[in-house]
C-alpha cells in the first residue's frame, strides 16, 4: 500500500497529542511502519498546533505536506480551513465545529470567517463536520473530543472499528476509559447515521 | 520488543542500555524529554542543573569520575556550555561522555536558527547526527563505545522533527558498567599552557583517527540505486531525499557528520553522475565538497532559512507544485498566547499602563511583548534581560523608566551575574523576577527554587529573596508582590523606580497550569453592567471577546470553558461587570 497520511489539526491544549498515540496504536497493531510527528514547546500556549501520523509499509518522512493527507482531523474550524491545502485531492476533512477566536480576532485586528464549513464543502472537499464538543459532553466529558474526532473519522481512516476501539482502550487513562470508548463509539455511530 | 518512542524518549533509552550512570542537564525545547525519559530509569542518576555550563561541567566531571555522562541542550544552550565544551575536548574523558544538542530549523520555539554543527568543528569534536527514533538509541549507544575508544566527548546533534518524532524502537537490556578506576592524571586533566601544549596534538590526530574511521563506519552507509542523482545527506533530511527520490537515487546518508572522511565522499561522487547535498541550515557538508573540488548543488538552489520538507525538496530540486485547495477567506494567524489566569497577565499590562522601557528574557512571559500587551523592547538570550538593562541605563540614565523582567528558572540560570553586576557597579535599576515556581515554557520542570529534583525528590529549599540579598540588595528594596493586584505593583514599581539603588521586585503566583493551583469558578459579564468600554480588552485574555449580547448590543463576553476565574478582568472593569458563575 501507499503511505497513508493522517493530519490532526487544533489549537495547543485539545488534546492532538494522544490522538495521534491513538492511530499510532492502531498502526502497529495492523502491522504498519508507522512515523508520528508532533511540536512541542512555544505552540502549546493556544497557539496553532499540528501533528502528523504517517503508515504504511515503510515510511520515510515523518512530515506530510500540502496535497499530501488523505484525512485531516481538525479540532476547530479556523484550524481545519487554515490546513486544508494539506489534503490532497478526494482526501477527507473530519472537522469540529467548535470555532475557537485567535488572539488576532479577539482583538479586533482580524475577522473569523463566516460559514468555513460551507465554503470548504463548496470547494468539493469531502467534509465531515460535527460538533466533536458536543458528543464527548453527553458520553460524559467534553475533554474526550479528541477521541470522539477519531470516532468521526473511524471509517475513512484504514482500520477496523474495532482496532481503532483497542487503540483507544489502550492509549486513554484508565480513569477515562469509559467516557472515552463511549464517546468513540456515539461518534461512530453518529456518522453511521449520516 | 518494539515500541514507538519520540526520538528524545530512543535517546534516553540509549542511555539506560549503555549503562550512563549521570545525565545534567537544562530544560530547552526541542531536548527537554531527553532527560525527563532519563530520569525515570532508577538506574540512572539524573538531575536538573541550573544551566547548561553547569550541567556540562558536572558530566565533565562524572565522566573523569569514571561514569558514563550525558548531558542534553537545545542549540542555544550549547552556547552556554561552550566554554566547558572546547577544553574537554583537550581533556578526553573517563566514562564515556555524549552531550546531546538539539537544534530548531525553523524555530518552532526559539530565538535563532543556529547550525550546531560549527561547534563540532571549532571544538574539533566528533559529532553524530541520527535521522530517526530507532537510529536516537543505536547512535547513541555507539556514541558511548567510540567515546572511550577515542578518548573524546560526542556531540550528538538532534534537531526537532528527530526529537519530536516517534516511530519503532527495538527494545534491549541494560549493560550494566563497573566505574572506572580514577587515576589522578594532570597532564591530561589540568588544562594550563604547559599540559594543553601537549595535548593539542592529541585532539588534531584524533580527529584524523576519526575522519579515517569515518570511512567504514556503520554510522555511514551507501545505498546505491539510480546513479543519475547521488545524494549526500543526514539526519532527517535523507527521509526527506527517500521520500523525493526513493531507489531513483543513490544516497550516501552520513551518521558521523563530523569529522567526514575524505575518501568516501570523493568515492560516492565518483560513482554517481552528479551530487546534490541536501541539508538544513548551513551548507557544511557542502562546503567540505566543496574543499574537494566536487561539484554539486546544495545551497544554490535550496535555502539555509527554515526547516526542509520533501514538498521544498520537490520544489527546489524537481520543479514540481503541490495540487491544493484553499478557500477565499484569509485566515487569521493564531499565535500562542499567555494562558487564561497566567499571573505574568497583569505584569506586562502594570508595564505598559506605566510606560516602562521593559528589558526582557527568555520564557513563557516573552509572549508579553505581542498585542494587545505588547510590552518588551528587547529580548536576546537568558539572562541578557538584566545586563542589557545595566548597559540601557549606563548610557541613558532612565533608571526610573525602565526595569527588566526575567522569570525565576531564567534567574537562576544567568540573571543572577547580571544583579552582581549593577550592584558592583553602581547602578541603580529596577528588577522584576517573574516568579511562577516552575520552568514554564519548556513545560513545567523543577528548578533550584521549586523544592523538587528532576526526580521528584524534596530539595533543599533556596529562598529567592535572600539570594537578592545576598549578592547586595538592600532588603528594604526586595519587595514581593502579587502580580494578581496591578494597582499594588503599579504602587511598589513606583516607589522602586524613584528610589536610587538597585532593587528587585519578585511578582511571586504560580503559573495557572500547576497541579494544586485552585481554579476557581468561570466568570460572567453581567450585560446589564458592561458598557462596551473594552477595559477588559487591554490585557490580552484570550477568554474575553466582544460579542453582540441578547440585546444585539456588542458587549464583553467570557468563554466559560476557558475561563479559570482569575479576576484579572474584574480589576479592570471600572463598572464591576464581571461576576463569577459559581460553577466549575
Known amino acids: 500500500m501507499t503511505t497513508k497520511n493522517i493530519m490532526i489539526v487544533g489549537v495547543g491544549g485539545q488534546g492532538s497529542l494522544l ?14 511502519a508507522v512515523k508520528i510527528s508532533e511540536v512541542h514547546g512555544m505552540s502549546q500556549r493556544g497557539g496553532s498546533v499540528v501533528t502528523y501520523v504517517r503508515y504504511g509499509k515503510a515510511v520515510s518522512s515523518p512530515v506530510i505536506c500540502q496535497g499530501e493527507a488523505d484525512v485531516i482531523l481538525s479540532f476547530e474550524l479556523l484550524e481545519a480551513a487554515r490546513w486544508l491545502p494539506f489534503l490532497r485531492p478526494g482526501g477527507t476533512l473530519i472537522t469540529a465545529t467548535q470555532e475557537i477566536n485567535p488572539m488576532p480576532v479577539i482583538i479586533g485586528a482580524a475577522q473569523y470567517p463566516a460559514d468555513l464549513a460551507e465554503k470548504i464543502r463548496e ?10 464538543a458536543a458528543i464527548a459532553e453527553e458520553a460524559g466529558n467534553g475533554r474526550a473530543a479528541n477521541v470522539a474526532l477519531i470516532g468521526l473519522g473511524a471509517h475513512v481512516l484504514g482500520f477496523d472499528t474495532e482496532v481503532l476501539r483497542s487503540a483507544v482502550e489502550a492509549c486513554v487513562p484508565a480513569k477515562a476509559k469509559e467516557i472515552n470508548l463511549r464517546a468513540f463509539d456515539m461518534a461512530a455511530a453518529h456518522q453511521k447515521d449520516q | 520488543m518494539k515500541k514507538i518512542m519520540l526520538g528524545n524518549e530512543a535517546v534516553a533509552r540509549g542511555l539506560y542500555e549503555a549503562g550512563v550512570r549521570f545525565v545534567s542537564s537544562y530544560p530547552g525545547t526541542p531536548s527537554t524529554e531527553i532527560s525527563e525519559f532519563a530520569a525515570k530509569y532508577d538506574e540512572i542518576y539524573a538531575e536538573w542543573a541550573p544551566n547548561e555550563k553547569v550541567a556540562l561541567e558536572a558530566s565533565i566531571g562524572a565522566s573523569f569520575g569514571g561514569g558514563r555522562a550525558f548531558s542534553a541542550m537545545k542549540h542555544v544552550g550549547l552556547n552556554v556550555a561552550a566554554d566547558p565544551l572546547f577544553i574537554t575536548a583537550y581533556t578526553g574523558v573517563g566514562g564515556g561522555l555524549v552531550i546531546g544538542v538539539a537544534d530548531d530549523p525553523g524555530m518552532h520555539s526559539s530565538q535563532n536558527e543556529q547550525d550546531s554543527r560549527h561547534y563540532a568543528i571549532g571544538a574539533k569534536l566528533p559529532m553524530i547526527e541520527p535521522a530517526d527514533a530507532a537510529e536516537c538509541k543505536e547512535f547513541t549507544k555507539l556514541a558511548y563505545t567510540l567515546s572511550e575508544q577515542f578518548d573524546t566527548p560526542f556531540i550528538l546533534r538532534l ?40 595535548r593539542h596534538p592529541v585532539v588534531e590526530q584524533r580527529l584524523a583517527d576519526l575522519a579515517e574511521y569515518a570511512y567504514d563506519s ?9 546513479t543519475a542523482v547521488g545524494v549526500i545527506t543526514a539526519g532527517n533530511c535523507y527521509n526527506y531525499a527517500k521520500e523525493v ?37 548551513d551548507g557544511v557538508i557542502e562546503s567540505f565538497c566543496r574543499s574537494l573540488g566536487i561539484q554539486v548543488t546544495g545551497k544554490d538552489v535550496l535555502p539555509l532559512c527554515g526547516e526542509y520538507s520533501q514538498e521544498l525538496l520537490r520544489e527546489k530540486l524537481l520543479g514540481e507544485e503541490p495540487c491544493t485547495v484553499s478557500v477565499a477567506d484569509e485566515i487569521p494567524m493564531r499565535p500562542p498566547v499567555l494562558c487564561p489566569g497566567c499571573p505574568h497577565r497583569g505584569v506586562f499590562y502594570t508595564l505598559k499602563k506605566m510606560g516602562l522601557m521593559v528589558s526582557g528574557d527568555i520564557g513563557c512571559y516573552t509572549l508579553g511583548a505581542v498585542a494587545p500587551l505588547g510590552a518588551m523592547d528587547t529580548t536576546l538570550c537568558m539572562g541578557a534581560s538584566i545586563s542589557a538593562l545595566h548597559g540601557f541605563n549606563k548610557v541613558r540614565g532612565e533608571e526610573a523608566k525602565s526595569v527588566a523582567v526575567i522569570g525565576d528558572s531564567t534567574f537562576m540560570h544567568s540573571g543572577m551575574t547580571g544583579l552582581v553586576n549593577i550592584i558592583y557597579n553602581g547602578g541603580a535599576s529596577t528588577v522584576v523576577i ?9 513545560g513545567h520542570q523543577q528548578n533550584p527554587l521549586t523544592g523538587l ?23 528594604a528594596h526586595i519587595r514581593v508582590v502579587d502580580p494578581a493586584k496591578p494597582a499594588e505593583l503599579e504602587g511598589v514599581l513606583k516607589e522602586e523606580l524613584a528610589a536610587d539603588v538597585p532593587s528587585v521586585v519578585i511578582c511571586r503566583r504560580p503559573c495557572a497550569l500547576l497541579k494544586g493551583v485552585e481554579k476557581k469558578p468561570a466568570l460572567q459579564v453581567d450585560q446589564e453592567k458592561c458598557r462596551s468600554c473594552k477595559a477588559c480588552m487591554k490585557i490580552g485574555c484570550p477568554c474575553i471577546s466582544m460579542a453582540a449580547g441578547e440585546d444585539g448590543v456588542i458587549k464583553a463576553k467570557v468563554d466559560a470553558s476557558m475561563c479559570v476565574g482569575c479576576g484579572l478582568c474584574q480589576e479592570m472593569c471600572p463598572f464591576d461587570a464581571f461576576t463569577s458563575t459559581g460553577s466549575k
Open chain 2, 159 to 198: 534537531t526537532t522533527r528527530v526529537s519530536h518524532s516517534g516511530s519503532a524502537v527495538e527494545l534491549e537490556e541494560r549493560q550494566e558498567r563497573e566505574i572506572l578506576e580514577y587515576t589522578k592524571d594532570p597532564a591530561k586533566h589540568v588544562m594550563m599552557p604547559g599540559n594543553a601544549k601537549r
Open chain 1, 123 to 132: 470547494l468539493g472537499v469531502q467534509i465531515i463536520a460535527a460538533d466533536a
Open chain 2, 218 to 226: 556503520p554510522l555511514n552507509r551507501v545505498e546505491m540505486g539510480g
Open chain 2, 434 to 442: 517573574l516568579d511562577n515556581r516552575i520552568t514554564g515554557m519548556t
Open chain 1, 19 to 32: 490522538a495521534s498515540r491513538i492511530l499510532g496504536a492502531a498502526a502497529t497493531a495492523d502491522g504498519y
Open chain 2, 245 to 281: 527520490y526513493g531507489t531513483n537515487a543513490s544516497y550516501l546518508k552520513l551518521g558521523l557528520i563530523h569529522p567526514l572522511s575524505e575518501k568516501q565522499i570523493r568515492e560516492f561522487a565518483d560513482s554517481v553522475d552528479s551530487v546534490v547535498v541536501i541539508e538544513e541550515l
Open chain 2, 453 to 475: 529534583t528532576l526526580k521528584n525528590q524534596p530539595a533543599p529549599y533556596i529562598c529567592l529573596e535572600d539570594i537578592c540579598a545576598g549578592l547586595g540588595v538592600d532588603r
